[in-house]
T-cell receptor, first 112, second 118 residues
Framework: LAKTTQPISMDSYEGQEVNITCSHN???????ITWYQQFPSQGPRFIIQ???TKVTNEVASLFIPADRKSSTLSLPRVSLSDTAVYYC?????????????FGTGTRLTVIP | KAGVTQTPRYLIKTRGQQVTLSCSPI?????VSWYQQTPGQGLQFLFE???????NKGNFPGRFSGRQFSNSRSEMNVSTLELGDSALYLC?????????????????FGNGTRLTVT
């Protein structure tokens, strides 16, 4: 089971870079890592996805070390609107229903 | 492109009743999956439909069922409602032709239906 472990909560000041780490010790060879952001009373929103090394898009970067047992979502210069819950999800086409695990996510609070 | 649409947005039901929730996926998406989100259990997978067939199923009792129509729209039904069924029910769609978790086919979620059972 590619279950994930994330910190329950984090606080950051506006304008700082935030790094949220997800542990996935049992990640399988075919698995890739996907991060979602969720605001209260809304559905999760896709942020970024990667398999290894580094992936960057217009909102975030994803760092994955060579052993792939963890990944770090990096949010540059956060603003108050980045206050949300962030979920790390690990899986592949072979992932069955029982292995689809969102976990509790990381609640990020951005402080003015 | 229009996003995933879920109706109704809010629903209040009484114990023992049944409820039907609706989900319209993004145009072209054939995979629709359903999730239950509660403060205590987090986000849990219910089931997934692809081309009108249930392809994956989570660990929920048979009171929870669903179906998908030929236009990919999906409905979820909960019978004999219990107080513990109070939750935010989320629907997601994706291209995911090869499986629930296809690369470059992330899940696109709707904003959910908030169900309260009294």
């Amino acid at each position: 089971l590619a279950k994930t472990t994330q910190p329950i909560s984090m606080d950051s000041y506006e304008g700082q870079e935030v790094n949220i780490t997800c542990s996935h010790n049992n990640i399988a060879t075919n698995d890739y890592i996907t991060w979602y952001q969720q605001f209260p009373s809304q559905g999760p929103r896709f942020i970024i996805q990667g398999y290894k090394t580094k992936v960057t898009n217009e909102v975030a970067s994803l760092f994955i070390p060579a052993d792939r047992k963890s990944s770090t979502l990096s949010l540059p210069r956060v603003s108050l609107s980045d206050t949300a819950v962030y979920y790390c999800l690990v899986g592949s086409q072979q992932t069955g229903a029982n292995n689809l695990f969102f976990g509790t996510g990381t609640r990020l609070t951005v402080i003015p | 492109k229009a996003g995933v649409t879920q109706t109704p947005r809010y629903l209040i039901k009484t114990r023992g009743q049944q409820v039907t929730l609706s989900c319209s996926p993004i145009s072209g998406h054939r995979s629709v999956s359903w999730y239950q989100q509660t403060p205590g259990q987090g986000l849990q997978f219910l089931f997934e439909y692809f081309s009108e067939t249930q392809r994956n199923k989570g660990n929920f009792p048979g009171r929870f069922s669903g179906r998908q129509f030929s236009n990919s729209r999906s409905e979820m039904n909960v019978s004999t409602l219990e107080l513990g069924d109070s939750a935010l029910y989320l629907c997601a769609s994706s291209l995911a032709d090869g499986g629930l978790f296809s690369y470059n086919s992330p899940l696109h979620f709707g904003n959910g239906t908030r169900l309260t059972v009294t």
